[in-house]
Structure formats: structure tokens, C-alpha cells
T-cell receptor, first 114, second 118 residues
Framework: KQEVTQIPAALSVPEGENLVLNCSFT??????LQWFRQDPGKGLTSLLL?????REQTSGRLNASLDKSSGRSTLYIAASQPGDSATYLC?????????????FGTGTRLKVLA | EAGVAQSPRYKIIEKRQSVAFWCNPI?????LYWYQQILGQGPKLLIQ????????DSQLPKDRFSAERLKGVDSTLKIQPAKLEDSAVYLC????????????????FGPGTRLLVL
């Protein structure tokens, strides 16, 4: 059974700092991995999607890496800003009970202090 | 492009009552998902539709939850009767639905419906 863990659960950093969020999963047989952002009272916004054959994806100040063999992904945020404050969720798409579905981690709640 | 719409945004009911949520996906998206997100947890897939057919409902508590997607567009999720543990945010998402909805496409989420069962 696929399990997804995100560490730390919460993080508070000063503005301008570079930071890394971690995601680990127990079954390396994944189809892809997505990083999402969730703002309070709102739905999820997809940030980056990494296919199982890829090692990393970049979008602006965000860089996500994937190491399937070790069951890990990291989300790197460069030069953090107060607007980056949100909960960041990773989700792996795995074959579960006969169908592919996304299994989500519990998220990292990020606060960037001005 | 309009996003995924959900209503109501908030609902408070007493246990054993029934409740229904509505979702309108992005136009042209064939795949529609309903997720349950309990406070402090990640979303859990309840049901996935491809057009108006069910792809996966393995985690839907079918004794009390039901969902339909008539005409392959809008969808409703119903809980009857509600229990205290159903208190959560119910998220609807949609994706293009290429290859029968089983590809790793980007999902677009609605704002969610926050349900409180007293």
C-alpha cells in the first residue's frame, strides 16, 4: 500500500531564504508525482508535475526533483516571498486497487515572514 | 477560462441529516474527481468519473455516499445519513481525460465545500 509522508509538517522562514520541502513514498512504482499548493479556504493549485521517467521539473523559482529508487522528491523554493505562504502537498500517482489514483501526503505548512 | 465551480461553499448539518454538493467542471474536461479532505490530512479520492461512467469508487462509503454525473458534465455528491466523521472539505477536480482518464494529467481543483456535521 502506497504511503506518502511530508516533512516537516510546518516551516517558518524569513523572506528571501531558499528552502526545501521533502516528500517520501513507500512504493517506487509510481506513474508520476505532483506538487500542489493549497491556500486557506481554497482548493489545490498544481505547481509541478514530474513523470516517472523524469528527474526534475522547473517553473520560475520552483524546482522539483524526483528520485524514484529512493522514494523521494524535493521541492526547492528560491528566494522565498511572503506570497509563498501556503500548504504544499505532494501526490504520487500509483496503481492502487486496480486503478491509478493520486495518493496525497499530509502537507507542509509554510510561512514566509516579511 | 472559468475554473471548477462548487456549491455550496459551507454547510452545517446535524448528524443523520442528508446533504448534497454540486460541482461544475471546466468545460471540455471529461474526467471529474471528488476528494474528501479531513482537517490536517491530504485529500483522499472518493470517486472518479470518465464522462458519465465511474472509473474508480473503491474508497467511496457506498452505504451512505452516492455520486452521479448526468450527461457527463455537472456532478453531485450526496451523503445520507451524515455522521460526525464526515466533517471535512469536499473537493471537486477535473482534467482533460485523455486516454480514458487514466493518465497523469494536471488536475484543476475547485474551492471546495466545507461540511460540518454536529
Amino acid at each position: 500500500k502506497q504511503e506518502v509522508t511530508q516533512i516537516p509538517a510546518a516551516l517558518s522562514v524569513p523572506e528571501g531564504e531558499n528552502l526545501v520541502l521533502n516528500c517520501s513514498f513507500t512504493d517506487s512504482a509510481i506513474y508520476n508525482l505532483q506538487w500542489f499548493r493549497q491556500d486557506p479556504g481554497k482548493g489545490l493549485t498544481s505547481l509541478l508535475l514530474i513523470q516517472s521517467s523524469q528527474r526534475e521539473q522547473t517553473s520560475g523559482r520552483l524546482n522539483a526533483s524526483l528520485d524514484k529508487s529512493s522514494g523521494r522528491s524535493t521541492l526547492y523554493i528560491a528566494a522565498s516571498q511572503p506570497g509563498d505562504s501556503a500548504t504544499y502537498l505532494c501526490a504520487v500517482r500509483s496503481l492502487t486497487s486496480g486503478t491509478y489514483k493520486y495518493i496525497f501526503g499530509t502537507g507542509t505548512r509554510l510561512k514566509v515572514l516579511a | 477560462e472559468a475554473g471548477v465551480a462548487q456549491s455550496p461553499r459551507y454547510k452545517i448539518i446535524e448528524k443523520r441529516q442528508s446533504v448534497a454538493f454540486w460541482c461544475n467542471p471546466i468545460s471540455g474536461h471529461a474526467t471529474l474527481y471528488w476528494y474528501q479532505q479531513i482537517l490536517g490530512q491530504g485529500p483522499k479520492l472518493l470517486i472518479q468519473f470518465q464522462n458519465n461512467g465511474v472509473v474508480d469508487d473503491s474508497q467511496l462509503p457506498k452505504d451512505r455516499f452516492s455520486a452521479e454525473r448526468l450527461k457527463g458534465v455537472d456532478s453531485t455528491l450526496k451523503i445520507q445519513p451524515a455522521k460526525l466523521e464526515d466533517s471535512a472539505v469536499y473537493l471537486c477536480a477535473s482534467s482533460l481525460g485523455l486516454a480514458g482518464g487514466n493518465m497523469g494529467e494536471t488536475q484543476y481543483f475547485g474551492p471546495g465545500t466545507r461540511l460540518l456535521v454536529l
